[in-house]
């Protein structure tokens, strides 16, 4: 456990000091954030039809790796769509909400694992799936409102 969490710090380590910043200097992250939420969509989807614990473990890396990209890009996109008379009530709301899904999701996570110790992938797929068919319809907005 220890190795995966040391591997997991280095690999976001990297992928900050590289991607996250080419993304948000080098890309419209109002594009690119969906292509990190649908690989992360991906991973999960691995993981509910993996028989092989390693498979797991490389998806559960590679998920937080990205994770670790994801998160500073979503805030990013949070403080650009602020104004400056919201912006500081954006941010705690972004703040609350991160927080308030960090502890209800594990509970409720953890209340499900025991009906079946899949219902937590499946309940984050099903997540990170919404959120990625939300996120194709802000994209399509956003390109259509950037063209006027």
Same mark, same amino acid.
């Given at each position: 456990n220890g190795s995966i969490k040391a591997i997991l710090a280095i690999s976001s380590l990297v !992928? &900050?000091?590289?991607l996250t910043l080419w993304m948000q200097k080098k890309t419209d992250t109002n594009i690119t954030f969906l292509p990190l939420m649908a690989v992360q969509t991906i991973f999960l989807a691995i993981v509910l039809f993996a028989d092989s614990l390693a498979v797991v473990i490389v998806c559960y890396i590679l998920f937080f790796t990205l994770n670790a990209a994801r998160m500073p890009t979503l805030q990013n996109l949070?403080?650009?769509r602020s104004t400056?008379? &919201?912006?500081n009530t954006m941010m705690g709301f972004y703040q609350s909400m991160q927080s308030l899904g960090g502890i209800f999701g594990s509970l409720f996570a953890g209340l499900i694992y025991d009906a079946n110790p899949m219902y937590p992938f499946i309940l984050a797929f099903a997540g990170f799936g919404t959120a990625v068919? !939300?996120?194709i319809i802000y994209v399509v907005k956003y390109k259509a409102e950037k063209a006027k």
């Amino acid at each position: 456990n220890g190795s995966i969490k040391a591997i997991l710090a280095i690999s976001s380590l990297v !992928i &900050n000091a590289s991607l996250t910043l080419w993304m948000q200097k080098k890309t419209d992250t109002n594009i690119t954030f969906l292509p990190l939420m649908a690989v992360q969509t991906i991973f999960l989807a691995i993981v509910l039809f993996a028989d092989s614990l390693a498979v797991v473990i490389v998806c559960y890396i590679l998920f937080f790796t990205l994770n670790a990209a994801r998160m500073p890009t979503l805030q990013n996109l949070v403080a650009m769509r602020s104004t400056p008379e &919201n912006s500081n009530t954006m941010m705690g709301f972004y703040q609350s909400m991160q927080s308030l899904g960090g502890i209800f999701g594990s509970l409720f996570a953890g209340l499900i694992y025991d009906a079946n110790p899949m219902y937590p992938f499946i309940l984050a797929f099903a997540g990170f799936g919404t959120a990625v068919f !939300i996120g194709i319809i802000y994209v399509v907005k956003y390109k259509a409102e950037k063209a006027k």
